[in-house]
């Protein structure tokens, strides 16, 4: 394929990854209540806490449903929360932010194929950032509800993830990406761990998982996109704490989920990453 077909086609796979989004961010609404809880994501049906019905289809629409209910059950009346429509809504908004980032930014692995190869490893990395950002989304709702990180939504990504990577490495032949990922996986899961060891209560094990996942995920795309998601996640989270004790919403001892702060340092890996770090290189000399 062309970089014009491609080109050509690209507005339409970002309005379907953008729908695709509204669709997964319903779904990750049930993930977001009912993991925590320890209840089954796939039954029983989704219903109203207030009366006990079963949402019909119709009403399970992402977005529109809530609208045209007036933020209220058909049965009861019970309120629907906003939270509902905004998480559907945010998770499209970023799905096509990962589409358009995939598509336009000059840096990115997935930019321009020239053939059906590249068309092939592009989709594949395509849909591992993608289900990076579903599960980026269910954990930090989930952190900040609960101040855990679930073992069912971060372990699967250590099959799921190996296998979209091992993929795409195989369809374009740059196995130098899965052993950057390894390592990476490796090294900042480690740094996680000697942290959890070295202060307890500092560090959960959870974050430790996590930062196996993304560690992976950034070294697969470049050791840039590693430092630099590695590096952000403790500025902002360092940066989050500080603010809240300086305006008193926490203490020495307040337990801050941090989380959020990983996913968040690792998708400004992903996004900036790559020219980030060949700046900084560039301006020690080393570039």
Do not use: Q
């Amino acid at each position: 394929m062309t970089v014009a077909v491609f080109a050509s086609v690209a507005p339409l796979v970002t309005v379907l990854v953008g729908v695709l989004g509204l669709a997964i961010g319903s779904f990750l609404n049930v993930v977001v209540y009912r993991v925590p809880a320890g209840i089954s994501v796939v039954a029983p049906a989704s219903s109203c806490p207030g009366c006990g019905h079963e949402i019909r289809g119709r009403d399970n629409v992402p977005v529109v449903s809530w609208l045209l209910l007036h933020a209220r059950c058909r049965d009861c009346s019970a309120p629907i929360s906003p939270r509902y429509p905004l998480v559907e809504a945010a998770t499209g908004l970023l799905f096509v932010a990962v589409a358009l980032f995939s598509v336009l930014a000059p840096w990115s692995p997935l930019a321009e194929p020239t053939d059906a190869r590249g068309v092939a490893h592009a989709a594949l990395l395509l849909v591992a950032l993608l289900y990076v950002m579903a599960i980026s989304i269910s954990l930090t709702l989930i952190d900040l509800d609960t101040h855990t990180l679930p073992n069912r939504i971060v372990l699967p990504a250590y099959i799921v993830l190996p296998v979209l990577l091992l993929a795409a490495s195989a369809v374009s032949g740059d196995w130098g990406a899965a052993l950057r990922g390894v390592i990476g996986l490796v090294v900042l899961g480690g740094v996680y761990l000697a942290l959890a060891l070295a202060v307890p209560g500092g560090m959960g094990l959870g974050d430790v998982k996590l930062a196996g996942v993304l560690g992976l995920v950034l070294a697969y795309l470049g050791w840039g996109p590693l430092a630099v998601g590695s590096f952000a996640a403790f500025l902002l989270g360092g940066t989050f704490a500080v603010v809240l004790l300086v305006v008193h919403r926490a203490g020495r001892r307040s337990g801050i989920p941090f989380g959020p702060w990983m996913l968040a340092g690792a998708w400004l890996g992903i996004a900036v990453g790559a020219p980030a770090w060949d700046r900084y290189l560039s301006i020690l000399g080393l570039a």
